[in-house]
């Protein structure tokens, strides 16, 4: 880093950045940069030289990016987005209010302001979205060197050289593709349709869902998908590291609202005490009166517990095992629908898949129940009273029940939130957890009631 170049203004937390971060990579710096202020930050990113700051800017890793633009100069920010990458910069225009939007627009050259228009254009989460226009591409007539020579004065300025595109002469449609490691063993003289590999090159649609994308290009092992319009030109490309940010971030989320909460979209200890409560309360808040029918279940079936107490002893038992039978099952399909594995249409195959399964892992649990009463029965360690065989096939049978509906609703669930256009992800463990705990004190009391009438109650 030139540290003459350093501007006197920066505080105390610009200098120390600068001071220990000598010898630093990228990603180590950028990280020192989310931990500094976003004046300081903006301050110490203005007093590097230009590629570097470039260069920290394009990482998706850097968290104030947005706001660091908005506070530095108009000149200082202008040279900035000029060297970032174009799906770089309508990702961080996207987070700004329209003024401040509209102020760093207007600072870009007009070829590069038609390239990122067309880009913020794409919804959220496509292949156009997250695709980059800065791709290297060649005519058909071109020769191995002619390529070579070209990629040479052109990378700098492209988001990868490690795939090249071939592109008919008059239609400019994506006809090839040849890898860098092919063009540079090719003949210099030789054409470049030599080197180019053969068949029709994978493509995406720019209304692709980055789910897609992904899989498409792990199932082609690809460094690079091109993205077409319906005449097969070429609009850009996706890269494997901007699928890996944006899967890491949907991710998060995801992770967030399965276990029960809105998601952050910030860093843990970057967001707020008064935001960690309203991310946080809303569904506990949702829960907590899912629960209270619970307690309401509990008061319909008062008369049964007053005649037979020992049976709110495998309340919690009960409970816990349907819910846990239902995060399994919703974490299950979840994670098949996100890979592509199951589609909507797979409902059914899932729920005869699940039926059988339920039944059989309720019956284990229904297993483990009943042997528990026997022995401490037989044991003396607890008496469940004159009855209490009843008692044990009680809680074989209700197990059954539950674990299976359990299972049952907690695969279904994604399923209906996803034929809602609703996120499945939506469907927490939580949430399945109350649901299941409410109709399992019914199927319990149910079942005690059909075996236990004439005795116990």
């Known amino acids: 880093m030139n540290i003459n170049r350093f501007p006197l203004r920066a505080g105390h937390a610009a200098r120390a950045f600068i001071n220990n971060s000598r010898g630093a990579t990228i990603a180590e710096r950028v990280d020192a940069l989310n931990a500094l202020a976003v004046q300081d930050a903006g301050r110490v990113l203005t007093g590097m030289p230009l590629d570097y700051a470039v260069n920290i800017l394009d990482r998706p890793e850097l968290r104030n990016a947005a706001q660091i633009l908005a506070l530095v100069s108009a000149e200082d920010a202008a040279r900035l987005l000029h060297g970032m990458s174009n799906d770089r910069v309508a990702d961080v225009l996207l987070e700004l209010d329209g003024e401040t939007r509209a102020r760093l627009f207007a600072s870009l050259d007009e070829p590069v302001r038609i390239a990122i228009q067309h880009l913020m254009g794409y919804p959220p989460r496509t292949a156009g979205g997250i695709m980059t226009t800065e791709f290297v591409s060649v005519p058909m007539n071109w020769t191995v060197a002619q390529t070579l020579d070209h990629v040479r004065q052109v990378e700098r300025s492209r988001e990868t050289v490690y795939a090249i595109y071939v592109l008919d002469e008059i239609s400019h449609a994506l006809m090839h593709v040849v890898t860098l490691r092919r063009l ?189 009463i026997v022995f401490w029965q037989s044991a003396g360690l607890y008496d469940y009273g004159p009855h209490w065989q009843m008692v044990a096939i009680t809680v074989f049978a209700a197990l059954i029940g539950i674990v299976t509906f359990g299972s049952i609703c907690g695969s279904m669930l994604p399923f209906v939130l996803q034929k809602l256009r609703l996120d499945p992800a939506s469907a927490s463990a939580p949430f399945v957890a109350t649901l299941v705990d409410v109709t399992g004190l019914v199927i319990y009391f149910s079942v005690a009631l059909l075996i236990l009438s004439g005795t116990l109650l």
Do not use: C
Not at 326 to 335: D, M, P
């Open 184 to 372: 540079i063993t090719g003949e210099p003289d030789a054409s470049i349709l030599t080197v180019a590999q053969k068949g029709t090159p994978v493509s995406a649609d720019p209304l692709m869902k980055q789910e897609d994308v992904a899989r498409l290009i792990r199932k082609h092992d690809l460094l690079a998908l091109p993205v077409t319009d319906e005449h097969g030109q070429m609009l850009g490309i996706v890269t494997v590291d901007d699928v890996i940010d944006t899967m890491i971030s949907d991710t998060t989320e995801a992770a967030q609202r399965f276990g029960g909460m809105e998601a952050l979209g910030q860093p843990y200890m970057k967001i707020g005490f008064a935001g960690m409560i309203r991310k946080r309360a809303g569904w506990l808040a949702a829960l907590f009166l899912g629960e209270m029918l619970t307690a309401s279940a509990m008061q319909h079936f008062e008369g049964e517990l007053e005649k037979a107490v020992v049976l709110t002893l495998f309340i919690p038992l009960i409970m816990s095992s349907g819910g846990n039978s239902g995060s399994q099952a919703t974490s299950l399909i979840i994670r098949a629908l996100a890979l592509g594995e199951l589609k909507l249409s797979d409902w059914w195959k899932v729920l005869l898949r699940e039926l059988p399964t339920g039944i059989v892992l309720g019956a284990i649990l229904g297993l483990v129940g009943f042997t528990r």
